[in-house]
């Protein structure tokens, strides 16, 4: 099946630093990949929708030159997050959709990033 | 997830049938999905369904979808205690992934 990796799962930042984090599609390629964020007990928020090749989607609300993404290959997604506050601290999820003709728009998720904020 | 509803808890016994409900509001939806997370992991793609189907069984797993009342089920037959995790269903009308709230299932002994 169609496996999508996060990295690193777990980081830990002081107040003002950025931190990046990695999604990669491993065995497929992903044209799309979408970036969520999840509270505790919550749904998950979408983001952004990150195009390869191209200036990523922000949804309303989600600050662009905070929430830095970066589609460089058909495999790899970026999100780094600036300047980070403690407030930014929640669980990052990406997911991939699968590109070819035959693709149902299913979106394979990673296994999520747990950011802390001190 | 406004668009999306779902009762946010179910518990069953172990061995028991589970019946997690979902309604969407959006029929332009080519496909409807379940996700599956447990605790501190990403979403599992438990199964989808196309939706000019009625009913789609996969081993344990049965999804039924009621298009004219825009409801769609997912039963998981002799539940186990693996199977205790939040429960996402998905609709994606604009090919983004639209969620419920999720359903916490707690499996009892």
């Known amino acids: 099946g169609a496996v999508v990796s996060q990295h690193p799962s777990r980081v830990i930042c002081k107040s003002g630093t950025s931190v990046k984090i990695e999604c990669r599609s491993l065995?497929?390629?992903?044209?799309?990949m979408f970036w969520y964020r999840q509270f505790p007990k919550k749904s998950l928020m979408l983001m952004a929708t990150?195009?390869?090749?191209?200036?990523?989607?922000?949804e309303q609300g989600v600050e662009k030159d905070k929430f830095l993404i970066n589609h460089a290959s058909l495999t790899l997604s970026t999100l780094t997050v600036t300047s980070a506050h403690p407030e930014d601290s929640s669980f990052y999820i990406c997911?991939?959709?699968?590109?070819?003709?035959?693709?149902?728009?299913?979106?394979?998720f990673g296994p999520g990033t747990r950011l802390t904020v001190l | 997830g406004e668009d999306v509803e779902q009762s946010l808890f179910l518990s069953v016994r172990e061995g028991d049938s589970s019946v997690i409900n979902c309604t969407y509001t959006?029929?332009?939806?080519?496909?409807l999905y379940w996700y599956k997370q447990e605790p501190g992991a990403g979403l599992q793609l438990l199964t989808y369904?196309?939706?000019?189907?009625d009913m789609k069984q996969d081993q344990r797993l049965t999804v039924l979808l009621n298009k004219k009342d825009k409801h769609l089920s997912l039963r998981i037959a002799d539940t186990q205690t693996g199977d205790s995790a939040i429960y996402f269903c998905?609709?994606?009308?604009?090919?983004?992934?639209?969620f419920g709230s999720g359903t916490q299932l707690t499996v009892l002994p």
């Open positions: 997911s991939a959709r699968e590109t070819g003709p035959i693709s149902t728009d299913t979106q394979y």
């Open positions: 065995d497929f390629q992903a044209t799309t």
């Open positions: 990150s195009n390869e090749g191209s200036k990523a989607t922000y």
């Open positions: 959006d029929s332009s939806s080519t496909y």
């Open positions: 369904i196309f939706s000019n189907m």
């Open positions: 998905a609709e994606s009308p604009t090919r983004q992934l639209t």
